[in-house]
């Protein structure tokens, strides 16, 4: 594959690949499993567990047990201290990716090697290619949203960091983008930049002085796009100034980044005249992004799951762009590429690239009376169209049979690999009696409720939740950051709305034993998320790798006591009486 992109990038070529390589699903993941074995047979991890060389596919997942990352986070740190023998891998690890950490309150050390680097590019490729076909693009820039977190190393001297940066220092990575016409407008000093605020206004400002050039919007995940124009909306008038006399905000003080923006920054005042009389003719901010970039093809990013709350506002500042939701993947690898990009970001589905990994399923319907008898995982392509399982994944830097934690539903077939909608985490939210929800009845229980604002012209601007165990029976709280003041009454009425929309039957019967008790809504201070994101960024966590904790545990007290301090207003459901 990196042969080929050195003679250059032929998207047809790379969508006749990978038509062959999903026509033919079922011997590629043999293959695949094959090949990572034989390129570990020494290490020790696969000596342990007895699999003397066999390379089957049966004899793998009979001889070599499922985990989680607890169960590798001891291997995981010999290596990242420095141990010199075969621990999960054949060859060495090099590099660690760290987790953002924002799920269960501490970030997690992964294997990462160049394999991964070259999968991410494989996926970059495919996807593109079928976008390509149904959003043709020339020449030109992208405003992505990157950042680059500070690398550093180990105990034992391996670079750690997170995974979009040690994709985005890559020699590959930026091959690729060019090779896709759509290199980053924004120069490296500004991706790489210790602050992140400092970044994201370099962003913004390297987006408008090439705005005629810039095709594609995108980040890793939509909330960064959201907070990046949100952003836009409190500074357009600074940067028009920077625009109209050639001179960086004093804002900016990083000495690497004022160096390489006066590369770019030239005294413009027409330009400058231009983006002010586009802002002052918005009427709140609607079509934001197609009035300042007209060459805009779409907006692109991760959409699914956690992202979804994001996609109202994004689509009030996109006007009439396109949203086309990224693929799927995590920090310990990608899964599957958006190969149907036409379908709306909430029916996103990933067709799983066969060559790139070795995927297993766990069926995630009822097992026995007693729910106790796990189902066993079933293969890539003996997956049931309509049902839910729980993601496993083999790797080639040294995970396997790894749970990601991660529901998906199966909604068809690109010929013979299925193409996956991304559900939700699997238990984000902890249960109080034998209640069941997910993030994603959370999600749904917000957006019922947020509708009543909608009617006063206010928005959630971002939600998280509690699973409050410290009184009896325990309840749960729900916090809201809302974009202005509404009545007692719309908020009680939300606050009720919130508890009545879940639908798990075992939360219902709970609440209407009293076995859970009546849902507690608490308004916030606006800011208080940006609090959050500073507190993860402050962590090393990276505005493009963040996504807000949708249930916050025991383990994140910092952010619990974020949100505790912040708290302006408490209201107690009367649904259930």
Avoid at 311 to 317: A, E, S, T
Avoid at 429 to 451: F, G, H, R, Y
């Amino acid at each position: 594959m990196l042969e080929k992109m050195e003679k250059g990038f032929d998207p047809e070529e790379v969508i006749e690949e990978f038509e062959a390589l999903t026509k033919d699903a079922k011997r590629v993941q043999v293959e695949t499993l094959k090949r990572i074995l034989k390129e570990n047979s020494e290490a020790e991890y696969l000596k342990k567990w007895g699999l003397d060389g066999k390379t089957d596919t049966e004899s793998y997942s009979t001889c070599v047990p499922l985990v989680t990352h607890k169960d590798l986070e001891p291997l995981i740190q010999q290596i990242a201290d420095g141990a010199t023998h075969p621990i999960l891998t054949g060859k060495p690890i090099t590099t660690i990716t760290l987790s953002s950490g924002t799920t269960e309150g501490k970030r997690k050390f992964v294997p990462f090697n160049d394999e991964l680097t070259e999968t991410t590019m494989q996926i970059y490729r495919t996807s593109f290619a079928y976008r390509n076909r149904e959003f043709p693009i020339g020449n030109g820039k992208a405003l992505s949203f990157i950042y680059g977190s500070k690398q550093f190393k180990t105990k034992g001297g391996l670079l750690a960091g997170t995974a979009t940066s040690n994709v985005y220092r890559s020699a590959q990575f930026k091959k690729t983008m060019k090779d896709m016409q759509t290199p980053c407008c924004s120069p490296d000093e500004v991706i790489f930049g210790p602050d992140f605020h400092q970044s994201l206004y370099c962003h913004l400002l390297c987006g408008l002085i090439f705005r005629d050039e810039i095709q594609v919007i995108s980040s890793t995940f939509a909330h960064s796009i959201v907070h990046s124009f949100r952003s836009f909306e409190l500074v357009w008038e600074e940067l028009c100034s920077d625009i109209k006399t050639g001179t960086l905000s004093t804002r900016i003080t990083v000495p690497t980044i004022r160096t390489a923006m006066a590369k770019i920054l030239k005294p413009n005042a027409e330009l400058a005249y231009k983006i002010h009389e586009k802002c002052l003719s918005l009427s709140n901010w609607y079509g934001l992004i197609e009035e300042l970039f007209p060459s805009v093809k779409y907006i692109y990013g991760i959409m699914t799951g956690s992202m979804e709350p994001y996609l109202k506002k994004l689509r009030h500042y996109a006007g009439g762009i396109p949203l086309l939701s990224a693929d799927y993947g995590s920090s310990e690898g990608w899964i599957g590429a958006n190969v149907n990009p036409t379908r709306p970001p909430e029916m996103a589905t990933f067709a799983v690239l066969p060559h790139i990994g070795y995927f297993e399923f766990i069926p995630l319907r009822d097992a026995g009376p007693l729910g106790r008898i796990e189902p066993r995982p079933v293969g890539l392509t003996d997956v049931h169209v309509g049902e839910e399982y729980e993601v496993v994944v083999t790797n080639f830097a040294g995970l396997y049979r790894y749970r990601l934690g991660d529901v998906v539903k199966v909604v068809g077939f690109h010929n013979s690999t299925p193409e996956l909608q991304f559900i939700c985490r699997k238990d984000i939210m902890p249960a109080i009696n034998i209640d069941k929800n997910t993030e994603k009845d959370l999600q749904l229980s917000v957006e019922a409720a947020a509708k009543l604002l909608a009617a006063e012209k206010l928005e959630v601007v971002d939600f998280t939740s509690q699973v409050d165990l410290s009184s009896d029976p325990g309840h749960y709280v729900i916090f809201w950051e809302v974009s202005g003041n509404a009545s007692d009454e719309v908020f009680k009425e939300c606050c009720n709305c919130i508890d009545s929309a879940f639908v798990d039957a075992g939360y219902v019967s709970s609440r209407k034993v009293q076995a859970i008790g009546p849902l507690e809504l608490k308004i916030l201070k606006r800011g208080t998320f940006q609090k959050i994101l500073d507190h993860y960024v402050g962590l090393g966590c990276t505005l493009n790798q963040f996504k807000m904790p949708r249930c916050v545990g025991p383990v994140n007290d910092r952010v619990l006591r974020i949100l505790c301090d912040n708290v302006v207003k408490s209201y107690i459901s009367s649904a259930f009486g």
